[in-house]
């Protein structure tokens, strides 16, 4: 079972691979957006682990809704809204009651959080988004978590030839061809995260 211990550190992992990667992250933004796409995602999860540290959840759920909330508040563009509805969701398909979830059940409820993306970019699959790593891997982690962890690596990686057809990377229409998207890279780091902390729990589900 997955506790309320294990989403927080889901959430302090994956705050260390975002601060970790952060210049990477704005490279690659650099080219098909606004450039500060690390620098965001940066801000946002520091204000979510200074969160968690300052009023730490009872469950699972009310992690990611906490963390949500945070990334919303803290990031701006397109970034907080779509990161923070992406736990937001998440956590509310998981409810706030539930001291524990199964991997099963979380997948259920990352399949809603993607889902909610999927609404309110008004993206699917193929459009050079997040949704090209978070849709994979919410199918996948029914599986496992190193499954979701390759199916989101994977997936940010087959944007590199595809035209954007969302986002301000859409404005270059085929000069966006040739980059890996940044929102699908954060993504995989997100699932990456979560596959770690599932390894250091043992592979509990």
Do not use: C
């Not at 989403?7 to 990477?24: I, K, L, N, S």
């Not at 682990?49 to 909330?69: H, N, Q």
């Not at 907080?80 to 409820?109: C, I, Q, S, W």
Request: charged residues 20%; aromatic residues 4%; glycine residues 12%.
């Amino acid at each position: 079972m997955l506790d309320t211990d294990f989403f927080r550190r889901w959430m302090t992992t994956t705050a260390a691979a975002v601060d970790r990667e952060a210049a990477h992250l704005t490279d690659l933004d650099s080219a098909i957006g606004d450039a500060d796409h690390g620098s965001n995602l940066q801000r946002g999860f520091t204000a979510v682990t200074a969160a968690l540290d300052k009023e730490p959840p009872r469950t699972p759920g009310a992690v990611l809704i906490l963390a949500g909330r945070q990334l919303i508040s803290t990031v701006g563009g397109a970034s907080g809204p779509l990161y923070g509805t992406l736990l937001r969701r998440t956590g509310k398909a998981l409810g706030d009651d539930a001291p524990a979830v199964t991997r099963d059940e979380l997948a259920r409820a990352l399949g809603a959080g993607v889902a909610a993306v999927a609404q309110l970019g008004g993206a699917q699959a193929g459009d050079k988004t997040m949704l090209d790593a978070l849709l994979p891997a919410a199918e996948a982690l029914g599986t496992s978590f190193e499954a979701a962890r390759d199916a989101a690596r994977a997936g940010a990686l087959a944007t590199v030839p595809l035209q954007a057809r969302k986002g301000r990377a859409s404005y270059l229409g085929e000069r966006s061809i040739g980059h890996q998207d940044p929102g699908a890279t954060s993504s995989a780091l997100l699932i990456a995260a979560l596959a770690e902390t599932g390894d250091a729990a043992g592979g509990a589900a």
